[in-house]
């Protein structure tokens, strides 16, 4: 995956978004201690200053990023997944090619990893899974299946869908390909 060059706003100036957008995309390269605030400036072709009128320190990025990835990639995916207005399977694939599509799994891993060794980042981690799992859970319920068989279901979704992300190519074709067979398993009686 190339990495892009970051578009300033139109003030010229970078959003605090942008700063994390490009930790995010470091550290699924490098992992969290390859977030530092010199080299990611550097990547983004823009002074330190830049920064610090965004974040504090190194620290109060991190802490930011975890935030940033528990929106983004998990609860922005289950709001827009309870808005859709299709059949109980249909939301269920809806979410499926939005996570594969989009590539929201894809910044898992290196939080994974980093929540090994960080309590902090364990618990963002841990809650962000609680909140997946729950929300599968939940769809394949109402798609008609048992509670232990939605649980089941679910939690398979789930994990399939963040291991998935860092096995598939980008390709878009390839991922909703995959996303059809494994849906159509998931949810057939």
């Not at 995956?1 to 959003?15: P, Y």
């Not at 823009?46 to 930011?64: E, I, Q």
């Not at 910044?107 to 799992?133: C, E, M, T, Y």
Request: zero cysteines; aromatic letters at 10%; charged letters at 25%.
């Amino acid at each position: 995956m190339v990495e892009k060059k970051v578009v300033e706003t139109k003030t010229g100036r970078l959003t605090r978004d942008d700063w994390l957008k490009s930790a995010l995309a470091t550290m699924r390269k490098t992992g969290v201690d390859g977030v530092k605030v010199a080299p990611l400036a550097a990547r983004m072709g823009v002074t330190t200053g830049s920064f610090y009128w965004h974040f504090k320190n190194r620290r109060a990025l991190l802490f930011a990023l975890l935030d940033y990835w528990e929106r983004t990639m998990t609860d922005a995916p289950i709001k827009e997944a309870k808005r859709f207005e299709g059949s109980a399977k249909d939301r269920i694939l809806f979410l499926m090619r939005s996570v594969m599509v989009d590539n929201l799994a894809g910044h898992d891993l290196p939080i994974w990893h980093w929540a090994q060794s960080d309590v902090g980042a364990g618990r963002v981690f841990q809650r962000a899974l609680d909140k997946r799992f729950a929300f599968a859970s939940w769809m394949f319920s109402e798609a008609g299946f048992s509670k232990q068989q939605a649980e089941v279901r679910g939690r398979m979704m789930v994990v399939y869908l963040m291991g998935e992300s860092t096995l598939v190519s980008d390709s878009v074709s390839t991922r909703t390909e995959l996303i059809k067979q494994k849906h159509a398993i998931l949810t057939a009686p």
